[in-house]
């Protein structure tokens, strides 16, 4: 769909004046596993300025839809587009899903959060579970691009549910890959050979670990001993993202801390995960509706296309 | 109380006016005071409970000009003295008083932009109407003339009528001025530099521009209609409006100036950084920040619970900490949004509280319960983390301090406890770091509010400041003048 022409004067146009500057339209869209998508979406401002680790906020209806955030899992200045991997958990991942090539996405902002520190620093091992992977691969690229070493965990349940094993595999100077249920690599959780590596001589410098929060709780208990400082990329319900609501918080070495504006990395010895998975939980109940309804309707419109 | 009509309102008012019409002789001023003061017809408080509708439904053409023929057109004006931007008071009344609504808003619009919002959202008995002669004659400044509601019938009446034609705008200077932020203080700028035939573009983090007018002040109180009209114009002037564009993350400040040709900027960024309490249990689920819980149902739509994808927490009793308007907006969305008691919960009397008289009377109306002289001293929850409680302290008055105010202390052994699902923390906002932190030498006070000098000018050149991000939270009109100054500097710096 083509923006609309510029017009002079019509009430309410205002929803339509970025789309000049910020068409925000898909460009590719990949399926990678049953419900892990991948989009490069057309973004050159974002594009332009966004560094690893940092993140958008999107939103696919003005009126009435949600915002969700989203990391950023590679981008392209010169080209202009930015990368987004998401997993079809609520209603906006699935209505999202439904877009194709061409689509436009009616909100893009950022690149929002503090960039993740990378230096050269030596042994970097970074975690990644699930759909983590995804945050985790321009931190993997960036790392190596400054010098270090970089090893890679990744974890799922399932085989069928890694995702970019290929382009982990060409970055990392070592991959380690686990599954709950053994189906590919070793049958463990991640923290079984992160401890593994932590107990190595020399330590590895530092530990990026990003994936669902209680893996994250874990890992961090698995470094503490070792005492090998432990990044965790928090990904809280957010608003605004842009420091204004607090509905992102989390509550780090006793202290508040907003997830959009200080994070969203933390130092994961000092997250407090448990009250972060309670927060998580605020909205469970409506969530699961939503949830059920987007089902619901899904299969009602495919019904319905199969009829027509 | 009991709720007078809006019809029974009308009736009285025309009755009143049309004997004095009749008698075709000048008012003296002793009968002039003799006028009945008009009451706001307002919607019955038990229907509105249920409704995100305005509540306040505005003046009948025969009430505006009756509470306008109330002012004695004292030469002094000290309504004028009260006002943060001026507008010369006793002169749009005496129009509206004689029914030149046209002439009216044509003074006010001398002084002011946004007349339908502030005649809305001003805190009138702290302003013109405290300075009121009427109000002093009968000792009361709730019988002051009520410039703000005749403001509001008058700017009103020229929207409806479709007589509010955007400003004229002088041949394009090619100079570019960049606006960030959408709130009062920038629409302003925006109006004033783009009349004198400049380009400016407006930059908004939100996806829908307005700033606190649109995601903090409720459609109750505010409209949304009206904040969108205001926006319409000056699109209708050419103002680009950029939404989902932070500035700092989607370009820095200095990038504006120094790569993409804009020849000055102006900050606009409110206050927008909620404070919490720093007491414990404050990240327990079920606490918010009033900014939170408002922007969810004002700008994400979550009262609307079929069509909004957004949630809200669905709460049964709700405590809000403050006295200020977000405390009692927050408490009458509480309301509306089906919770069975809310409690406003506030350290010092009903005295201090900030918030405008007009919306504490609403609060009450509309069943909010006051707890005044009481404070939060920790919020206890389950083990699922979620609220069962607020253990608060009562306090009471002591000496007064240097402001001449008595101090509230604490009662000592008071705590109690008071069940709740929900707490709502509206004790204030600092200001939004994020455009200092990636703005290299641009100078801030200690709590972050952006330092300028007196032509709205900040630390670095081009760059210029106002509204709440340079004062702190404060209040729409203010907003809007120190609006005016800084487009004022800015289209001189143009011109030369
Ligand atoms: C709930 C509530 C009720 C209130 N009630 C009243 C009242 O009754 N009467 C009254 O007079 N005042 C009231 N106020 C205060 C009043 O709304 C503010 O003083 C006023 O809006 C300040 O205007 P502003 O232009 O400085 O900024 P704001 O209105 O705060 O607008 C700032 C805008 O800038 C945007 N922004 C911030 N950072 C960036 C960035 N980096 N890049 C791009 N955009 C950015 C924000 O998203 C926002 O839209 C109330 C405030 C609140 C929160
Ligand atoms: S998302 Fe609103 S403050 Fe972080």
Not at chain 1, 72 to 95: C, K, M, N, P, Y
Not at chain 2, 34 to 43: K, L
Not at chain 2, 292 to 306: C, I, P, Q, S
Not at chain 2, 467 to 488: C, F, H, N, P, S
Request: aromatic letters at 4%; glycine letters at 10%.
């Amino acid at each position: 769909m083509n923006a609309p022409p510029f017009p002079a004067i019509i009430p309410g146009y205002y929803r339509y004046s970025y789309r000049l500057i910020l068409m925000n339209r898909i460009l590719s869209k990949t399926q990678l596993s049953d419900d892990v998508f991948m989009m490069k979406v057309e973004a050159p401002l974002i594009a332009r300025e966004r560094l690893p680790g940092q993140f958008i906020i999107l939103q696919i209806n003005n009126d009435f839809g949600e915002r969700i955030p989203l990391t950023i899992a590679d981008a392209d200045a010169e080209q202009g587009w930015i990368a987004i991997i998401f997993q079809t958990v609520g209603r906006t991942t699935h209505l999202l899903a439904e877009k194709n090539v061409g689509d436009t996405i009616e909100s893009v902002l950022g690149p929002l959060g503090h960039p993740t520190h990378i230096e050269r620093v030596g042994t970097v091992v970074c975690v990644g579970g699930g759909i983590g992977v995804a945050p985790l691969h321009p931190i993997v690229k960036g790392m190596k691009a400054a010098g270090n070493r970089v090893i890679v965990i990744m974890g799922a349940r399932t085989k069928s549910l890694l995702i970019m094993e290929e382009q982990m595999r060409a970055l990392a100077d070592e991959l380690i890959i686990c599954t709950d249920d053994g189906s590919c690599g070793r049958k463990a959780l991640v923290t079984e050979p992160l401890k593994e590596i932590c107990g190595r001589e020399p330590k590895p410098a530092c530990v990026v670990a990003i994936g669902p929060p209680i893996m994250m709780k874990f890992c961090a208990e698995a470094t503490r001993p070792f005492g090998v400082r432990t990044l965790v990329s928090l990904n809280t319900i957010m608003i605004d993202g842009t420091g204004m609501c607090g509905g992102c918080r989390v509550t780090v070495g006793g202290e508040t801390k907003f997830v959009c504006v200080d994070g969203p990395e933390f130092d994961g010895h000092k997250v407090d995960f448990d009250n972060m998975m309670k927060r998580l939980k605020a909205y469970r109940r409506q969530e699961e509706h939503a949830h059920e309804q987007c089902h619901l309707e899904q299969a009602a419109r495919q019904k319905g296309a199969a009829v027509a | 109380m009991s709720h007078v009509t809006r019809e029974t309102l009308a009736a009285a008012a025309k009755r009143d006016l049309e004997a004095i019409l009749q008698r075709g002789k000048p008012l003296t001023p002793k009968e002039r005071l003799a006028i009945v003061p008009q009451e706001m017809p307002t919607q019955d408080p038990q229907v509105r409970r249920r409704t995100m509708s305005e509540v306040a439904l505005g003046y009948t053409a025969e009430q505006s000009r009756l509470e306008s023929l109330r002012c004695l057109q004292c030469r002094n004006a000290p309504c004028v003295e009260g006002c943060p931007v001026r507008i010369d008071i006793p002169a749009f009344v005496k129009a509206a008083g004689e029914g030149d609504i046209q002439a009216a808003i044509g003074i006010i619009k001398r002084n002011s932009l946004l007349p339908s919002v502030c005649g809305r959202v001003c805190p009138q008995e702290t302003q013109c109407q405290e300075n009121c002669t009427v109000g002093k004659a009968l000792k009361d400044t709730a019988k002051a003339v009520a410039v703000g509601r005749i403001e509001r019938f008058v700017a009103d009446w020229e929207r409806e009528q479709g007589k509010a034609l955007p400003p004229s705008v002088k041949p394009e200077t090619g100079r570019k001025v960049a606006v960030i932020g959408t709130g009062p203080a920038s629409i302003t700028v925006a109006a004033d530099v783009r009349r004198e035939g400049h380009q400016v573009v407006m930059f908004e983090a939100f996806h829908k521009p307005g700033g606190v007018m649109v995601y903090g002040i409720p459609e109750f109180r505010l409209p949304k209609r009206i904040v969108e009209a205001e926006i319409s114009a000056l699109q209708a002037m050419g103002v680009e409006v950029r939404t989902n564009f932070v500035i700092g993350r989607t370009r820095k400040l200095r990038d504006l100036l120094d790569k993409d040709g804009f020849d000055a900027a102006f900050v606009g960024t409110g206050a927008g950084l909620p404070k919490f309490m720093g007491i414990e249990g404050e990240n327990l689920v079920g606490v918010f920040s009033a900014n939170e819980y408002l922007t969810r149902v004002n700008l994400m739509k979550a009262h609307d619970f079929e069509r909004a994808d957004t949630p809200i927490f669905r709460s049964r009793v709700v405590a809000v900490l403050g006295g200020g308007n977000v405390a009692m907006d927050a408490a009458r969305t509480a309301v509306r949004l089906g919770a069975e008691a809310v409690h406003i919960v506030y350290r010092r009397t009903e005295k201090e509280m900030p918030a405008r008289i007009e919306e504490v009377g609403h609060a009450k109306e509309e069943g909010v319960i006051f707890h005044l002289l009481e404070n939060a001293k920790r919020i206890v929850g389950d083990e699922q983390g979620l609220v069962t409680g607020m253990e608060c302290l009562r306090y009471e008055l002591g000496e007064p301090d240097a402001s001449g105010r008595r101090r509230p202390v604490e009662v000592k052994g008071s705590e109690f406890i008071m069940p709740v699902d929900t707490v709502i923390v509206a004790i204030g906002n600092d200001s939004n770091p994020l455009i200092p932190r990636t703005t290299g030498g641009l100078q801030v006070t200690k709590w972050g509010n952006i330092i300028v000098d007196d032509t709205g000018k900040t630390s670095i050149d081009r760059i210029y400041a106002g509204g709440d991000i340079v004062l702190g939270a404060a209040t729409v009109i203010l907003a809007m003048g120190e609006g005016r100054r800084a487009a004022a500097s800015i289209n001189a710096l143009l011109k030369g």
